[in-house]
């Protein structure tokens, strides 16, 4: 970052602990709760957002997994819209890379009048109370992975150059892990598919290959319910098909016979 900024001692060990919970964290959800909980500690903020991008044919962006401190979900959907409508909005996720920014740096004052800076301001920033904000765009090869939104009223400053500096040298870590994540997605989405391909081959319906696909992960039926949203009346009909089209008795002769039927594949 720009400004000459000069990083304190507590800001840098802010900074390797932030990089060790964002690695460190099991779960993407708990690390997002956690990222802006210790992230408060040295860019202070009133209101802040970590979500997901999810793009859809077009380029429509879609807002998913949202963790917010002291936003009304409304808030989100607004910002949701305007990230696909509104100029300014789109400036920086339009670059398409990873990189922090702040509110005060992308409008010019040429632009303090426009359409787009007028609709930002009375659609969001002014019912909002939100004065100032800064934020983080991931993205991996051009792709959006999510981003990082802190809001400032006017009884807080705008952000420092410390402050964006904190921002950016956090801002790959997070890049790193969301494309981790993403990868992993992809990997075990392509083998759930594989694996539901091969038992609507043995003549399940796709519904009914879920349900085979999750006892062999041992899901007990209350367990395949709540996965699937299906009441446990459903779950059991259901098993009850699978069992009769494969000529089976149990959940056990039912792996068994699905195990033989893939050796038998290979």
């Known amino acids: 970052m720009e400004g000459g900024s000069m990083l304190t001692n507590s800001e840098w060990l802010g900074i390797n602990e932030l990089s060790l919970l964002i690695h460190g964290t099991d779960t993407i959800r708990d690390?997002?709760?956690y990222f802006l909980e210790a992230l408060r500690n040295i860019v202070p903020f009133e209101r802040a957002a970590f979500f997901l991008f999810h793009e859809e044919t077009g380029g429509l962006l879609v807002l998913q997994s949202p963790f917010c401190i002291h936003m009304n979900p409304e808030i989100v959907k607004a910002y949701g819209r305007l990230i696909n409508t509104n100029g300014i909005c789109r400036r920086v996720i339009s670059l398409r890379r990873t990189m922090a920014y702040r509110s005060s740096d992308l409008v010019t004052p040429d632009e303090e009048v426009t359409d787009s800076v007028t609709e930002v301001r009375k659609s969001f920033?002014?019912?909002?109370?939100?004065?100032?904000?800064?934020?983080?765009?991931?993205?991996?090869?051009?792709?959006l992975l999510g981003e990082v939104v802190l809001y400032r009223t006017d009884r807080q400053r705008d952000f420092t150059d410390?402050?964006?500096?904190?921002?950016?040298?956090?801002?790959?870590?997070?890049?790193?892990?969301?494309?981790r994540e993403r990868k992993e997605c992809q990997v075990q989405q392509h083998e759930k598919d594989q694996e539901e391909s091969q038992l609507i081959a043995m003549g399940l319906t796709p519904r009914e290959s879920e349900i085979a696909s999750l006892v062999m992960k041992q899901y007990s039926t209350e367990d395949i319910s709540r996965h699937l949203v299906?009441?446990?009346?459903?779950?059991?009909?259901?098993?009850?098909?699978?069992?009769?089209?494969?000529?089976?008795?149990?959940?056990?002769?039912l792996m068994e016979a699905i195990r033989t039927w893939e050796r038998a594949r290979e």
């Open 31 to 33: 690390m997002q709760r």
């Open 125 to 143: 920033l002014l019912p909002n109370e939100v004065s100032f904000y800064s934020g983080i765009v991931l993205a991996d090869d051009r792709k």
């Open 162 to 179: 410390n402050e964006m500096e904190i921002l950016d040298r956090l801002k790959d870590h997070l890049a790193i892990r969301l494309r």
């Open 230 to 253: 299906i009441s446990q009346c459903t779950t059991k009909k259901h098993l009850h098909n699978i069992f009769a089209k494969l000529g089976v008795s149990s959940r056990l002769q």
